[in-house]
C-alpha cells in the first residue's frame, strides 16, 4: 500500500503534482495536514477537472493559482498561499496554461519552503484557516 511505503520513509510531507484522482480518506487521515497540493485556480473557484477550461467558459478576467491542504474532499483544503492570473480577452487555452503553469512553478516551491521552514500551520480554532508566520 503507498501509504505504508510512505510512512516508511518517514516523510514529513506528500507532496501532489498533478495527480488527478481523489485520495481516499483514510489516507488523507493517515497523514493530517501533511498532504499538499497545487490547483490552476483560485479555490474555491474552479475546483476539479478542467479549471482552465471553467475559467475560460466563464470569462473570467482574473483566475490564478492556489497551493492548498488536501482534505477529504475536492479541491477544499485550507490555502495555503495564492496568487492571481490576469487573463487577457484575446488569449485561448493555450496563452492561459502557459501562463498559469508559470505561477504553478514559482508559488508551489514557495509554499513548500514555508512548510519546511515551519511558517505555515493550520489553525487550532479552525481547521479551514492557515496561518503563515513570517
Do not use: C
Amino acid at each position: 500500500m503507498l501509504a505504508d511505503w510512505i510512512e516508511s520513509r518517514s516523510a514529513d510531507l506528500v507532496v501532489l503534482a498533478g495527480y488527478m484522482q481523489l485520495l481516499s480518506p483514510e489516507f488523507v487521515q493517515r497523514f493530517p495536514g501533511r498532504i499538499v497540493n497545487v490547483h490552476p485556480a483560485l479555490l474555491p473557484s474552479f475546483p476539479g477537472l478542467d479549471a482552465i477550461g471553467q475559467a475560460l467558459d466563464h470569462g473570467v478576467r482574473v483566475t490564478g493559482v492556489t497551493v492548498h491542504y488536501v482534505d477529504e474532499g475536492t479541491d477544499t483544503g485550507p490555502v495555503i498561499l495564492q496568487r492571481a492570473v490576469e487573463v487577457p480577452a484575446n488569449w485561448g487555452r493555450e496563452e492561459l496554461e502557459k501562463a498559469v503553469h508559470e505561477v504553478e512553478h514559482e508559488i508551489y516551491p514557495e509554499a513548500i519552503g514555508m512548510i519546511a521552514r515551519g511558517e505555515v500551520r493550520i489553525g487550532a480554532d479552525n481547521p479551514r484557516q492557515v496561518i503563515v508566520d513570517q
